[in-house]
């Protein structure tokens, strides 16, 4: 099965805390890759990362980091400092290799998302 | 052009009645994508186009849902015969073509739609 779970449905914290968005995936494919994206009230969809299968090198971007364990199955995001400015829902998601050819090159498949309030 | 733009962004209409949302994706971008989104819950894939050609249409897309991309520029999501569960976010995506599309996809603010 593919499936993607967030197990966080909804986390606060006061500003300038650290927060750690967990992520959970399943999939049978040996090659895939993982995303996160970020729903402001405003409703759009943004990307903020993708991550190969095969790389399993944390990445770190200003505030953002994540890491990858592949062992674990776990794809989880950190916001360090967190600002009222982070306060939406996050979305991860999964993409299955295979699913470029012949099969499904649309279908990611998102987790049911977890909404961060960041209170002043 | 800044980005996927859809419309309307809110509609309500009464159980029975058709609606149409339109999509506009960004120009250069040839594939788009319509998903679902109910309150709590992650977007669900409904459709795929690449170009003008539908490729993928997902179980959740029923009989009474249709979707075009004539001309291989924007779209249309038809809902006829409205239902209460028929009442989400309709978002829309796109992206360009490239070998190994890695799955990034650039979506719009959505369509609500509000069955009563």
């Known amino acids: 099965a593919q499936k993607v779970t967030q197990a966080q449905t909804e986390i606060s914290v006061v500003e300038k805390e650290d927060v750690t968005l967990d992520c959970v995936y399943e999939t049978r494919d040996t090659t895939y890759y993982l995303f996160w994206y970020k729903q402001p009230p405003s409703g759009e969809l943004v990307f903020l990362i993708r991550?190969?299968?095969?790389?399993?090198q944390n990445e770190i971007s200003g505030r953002y980091s994540w890491n990858f364990q592949k062992s674990t199955s776990s794809f989880n995001f950190t916001i360090t400092a967190s600002q009222v400015v982070d306060s939406a829902v996050y979305f991860c998601?999964?993409?299955?290799?295979?699913?470029?050819?012949?099969?499904?090159?649309?279908?990611?498949?998102f987790g049911k998302g977890t909404k961060l309030s960041v209170k002043p | 052009d800044t980005g996927v733009s859809q419309d309307p962004r809110h509609k309500i209409t009464k159980r029975g009645q058709n609606v149409t949302f339109r999509c506009d994706p960004i120009?250069?971008?040839?594939?788009l994508y319509w998903y679902r989104q109910t309150l709590g819950q992650g977007p669900e894939f409904l459709t795929y186009?690449?170009?003008?050609?539908?490729?993928?249409k997902s179980r959740l897309l029923s009989d009474r849902f249709s979707a075009e991309r004539p001309k291989g520029s924007f779209s249309t999501l038809e809902i006829q015969r409205t239902e209460q569960g028929d009442s989400a976010m309709y978002l829309c995506?796109?992206?360009?073509?490239?070998?190994?599309?890695?799955?990034?996809?650039?979506f719009g603010e959505g369509s609500r739609l509000t069955v009563l």
């Open positions: 120009s250069e971008h040839n594939r």
């Open positions: 995506a796109s992206s360009p073509e490239v070998l190994l599309n890695t799955g990034e996809l650039f």
């Open positions: 998601a999964l993409r299955p290799f295979l699913m470029n050819y012949g099969g499904s090159q649309g279908n990611l498949i």
């Open positions: 186009f690449q170009n003008e050609a539908q490729l993928e």
């Open positions: 991550r190969n299968s095969f790389d399993e």
